[in-house]
């Protein structure tokens, strides 16, 4: 290809990409869809549905990067359908920011195909590369109508088929954000939950294949530059609707708090931070304001120890998986944890180690924890020997 023309492909596709992005902040249809290749049909179809889903999703940005030196190599399937030299897969990544919510950027990779019909390049595919591996991910939009409420600092979204487990999540999670800030401290009090329709619709949104039916609902975060830099953005809880369902009023309050503490720690969980602690401290702060005898809070763990079972070492994040033989009894003994050291230490020495950790780069989590329990005056051994104890005492 000429340079000029390649010059003119990307001006052209530029210029595409911003009005698609206007047209999606102004709500202005029309140009949106003219955006797309009239032959490309159903993928018309979906981008009106998208459109439209986008309505209630309260936008503070929505724009999409071109990286033209990054583009798909050549293709013989793709010359066929397109035409030769007539098509274009450069690298474009979308960055859009829920308002209010997002502080930063989310950025999604999206693999799109351009064409060029007579004097014009519109989109015409964005499913292309997904046999290669290379899907551009679907977003709660992207997969039917969205409704919105907001509770207090708390925006969910879903579909209105959950329109009721919509409002219902708003309300509890609303109620959690206090509960999250008297034991941590200070945080955004801003929370995004997203209420799929099913477990399936989960884990296309988690991108996970996974075992997640005994997840009731699951924290995550966008890491975007490698993980010792931790700079999370996009903090999300999605529920898994059919498990939350299950739980009583009391369960979903404990699941929607331990959640929300994840969300306002999640910019001091650095990778050094043990799963243990996280998993502890989102627990109790889960628990707190409620007096939940032992024998429910911890009943596999509890059956574990009384059969001389008990775990040898502090779980570990595999023991947190959701295809974990340990999941059920890996919570609780990661609370037992963390309320020793706070009755050891004091909770703001807990939150001191937390945020310690955090912090940490360029160490080894096991390096990190030994510094850090040195200035606590123990070590992983000693810890780990009184947590056992502990354990045989509060279960046994
Ligand atoms: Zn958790």
Same mark, same amino acid.
């Given at each position: 290809m000429q340079r000029e023309q390649a010059v003119q492909r990307e001006q052209a596709v530029q210029q595409l990409l911003r009005t698609r992005a206007r047209a999606v902040r102004e709500r202005d249809r029309a140009a949106f869809l003219a955006?797309? &290749? #009239?032959?490309?049909r159903e993928l018309r179809a979906r981008q009106a549905a998208v459109f439209a889903a986008l309505e209630q999703v309260p936008l503070g940005s929505w724009e999409y990067v071109l990286d033209a030196g990054t583009a798909e190599p050549a293709d013989e399937a793709l010359d066929r359908r397109y035409?030769?030299?007539?098509w274009w897969a450069p690298a474009v990544v979308l960055r859009y920011a829920l308002e209010g919510f997002d502080p930063r950027p989310v950025e999604v990779d999206h693999h799109l195909t351009f064409v060029r019909r007579g004097g014009r390049w519109l989109l015409a595919a964005d499913d292309d590369f997904a046999r290669r591996g290379r899907p551009t991910p679907r977003a709660l939009w992207d997969r039917g109508p969205v409704v919105a409420v907001r509770s207090g600092g708390v925006l969910v979204l879903g579909h209105p088929g959950q329109q009721r487990l919509v409002r219902e999540v708003a309300g509890t999670a609303a109620a959690a954000v206090p509960r999250v800030t008297r034991v941590w401290?200070?945080? *955004?009090e801003r929370a995004v939950v997203v209420v799929p329709d099913d477990g399936r619709e989960l884990a296309g949104l988690l991108g996970d294949e996974g075992e997640? *039916?005994?997840?009731?609902a699951v924290a995550v975060a966008e890491l975007r530059g490698?993980? &010792?830099?931790? &700079? #999370?953005?996009?903090e999300r809880v999605l529920v898994n609707p059919q498990t939350f369902s299950r739980l009583g009023p009391l369960g979903r309050r404990v699941v929607l708090t331990h959640e929300l503490t994840h969300v306002a720690t999640r910019r001091a969980s650095?990778?050094?931070?043990p799963a243990w602690l996280a998993e502890g401290l989102a627990d109790v702060v889960g628990y707190s304001g409620l007096d939940l005898p032992r024998s429910v809070t911890a009943a596999d763990l509890r059956r574990e120890v009384r059969a001389g079972?008990?775990?040898?070492r502090l779980p570990t994040e595999a023991d947190f998986?959701? &295809? *974990? #033989?340990r999941l059920s009894s890996s919570y609780p003994a990661a609370e037992l944890a963390v309320r020793l050291l706070e009755r050891r230490h004091g909770r703001p020495a807990v939150l001191r180690l937390y945020r310690e950790l955090g912090a940490?780069?360029?160490?080894t989590p096991e390096q990190a924890l030994v510094e850090g329990l040195r200035r606590l005056g123990t070590t992983p051994e000693a810890f780990t020997a009184a947590w056992r104890a502990d354990m045989q005492r509060q279960l046994g």
């Open positions: 955006t797309v &290749d #009239p032959r490309a035409g030769r030299g007539a401290g200070r945080w *955004s997640l *039916s005994r997840l009731a490698g993980r &010792d830099e931790h &700079d #999370p953005t996009g650095g990778p050094a931070v079972r008990a775990p040898m998986a959701g &295809d *974990s #033989p940490r780069r360029g160490v």
